[in-house]
């Protein structure tokens, strides 16, 4: 079972490069999330996925885009990074109200902007 | 809103010792609760939950944690640590009524050493 995999694993980026990270997911779930990682403030959402075809916005979502492209994949765009976004991104997902609750988690891709 | 607040961010236990990670939450609604583990340079692991019934819930490699409504508090707790304990912990929260669209909010984690 692979459950939810994030590519690439590490990346370095220059200021005002772009880049795409790639969540797919086998579990047949609904809705994925991404989340970001910062040292002293936990983890805090970008944006999610409830459903195909549906995004919206979490807590942090400027500076990123995000792209339901079926049911299984999720992406995360930053169109121009930023040192701010230098962080280790998460991707989850889960099927919402079947009494679960219990998000799946990848293992993160680790982003330095420099 | 939900808000978890973990107000400790380093926790420094003996190895055999018991230990105890505090967690409370905020919300204007009955709410579900999770702790969540991470090993360093790795995801994360659902610890426990807490839907509804038995406020004591137990999880994987034993740990507990129980949910206090009138203190809206679900702390974490071992009886005995072990080196393989170390860790970051997280506190979450969510609120099924919003259903559709049930999303996680997390505290900013207690990490969690154990000295031989």
């Known amino acids: 079972n692979a459950g939810v995999t994030q590519t690439p694993k590490f990346q370095v980026l220059k200021t005002g490069q772009s880049m795409t990270l790639q969540c797919a997911q086998d579990m047949n779930h609904n809705s994925m999330y991404w989340y970001r990682q910062d040292p002293g403030m936990g983890l805090r959402l970008i944006y999610y996925?409830?459903?195909?075809?549906?995004?919206d916005k979490g807590e942090v979502p400027n500076g990123y885009n995000v792209s339901r492209l079926n049911k299984r994949e999720f992406s995360l765009r930053l169109e121009s990074a930023a040192p701010s976004q230098t962080s280790v991104y998460f991707c989850?997902?889960?099927?919402?109200?079947?009494?679960?609750?219990?998000?799946?988690f990848g293992s993160g891709t680790r982003l330095t902007v420099v | 809103a939900q808000s978890v607040t973990q107000l400790d961010s380093q926790v420094p236990v003996f190895e055999e010792a018991p230990v105890e990670l505090r967690c409370n939450y905020s919300?204007?609604?009955?709410?579900?609760l999770f702790w969540y583990v991470q090993y360093p340079n790795q995801g994360l692991q659902l610890l426990l939950k807490y839907l509804s019934g038995s406020t004591l819930v137990k999880g994987i490699n034993g740990f507990e944690a129980e949910f206090n409504k009138s203190q809206t508090s679900f702390h974490l707790r071992k009886p005995s640590v072990h080196i393989s304990d170390t860790a970051e912990y997280f506190c979450a929260v969510l609120d099924p009524s919003n259903f559709g669209n049930e999303k996680l909010t997390f505290g900013t984690g207690t990490r969690l050493t154990i000295i031989p």
């Open positions: 919300s204007s609604v009955s709410v579900y």
């Open positions: 996925s409830a459903s195909e075809g549906t995004t």
């Open positions: 989850a997902s889960n099927i919402p109200g079947q009494g679960n609750y219990g998000y799946t």
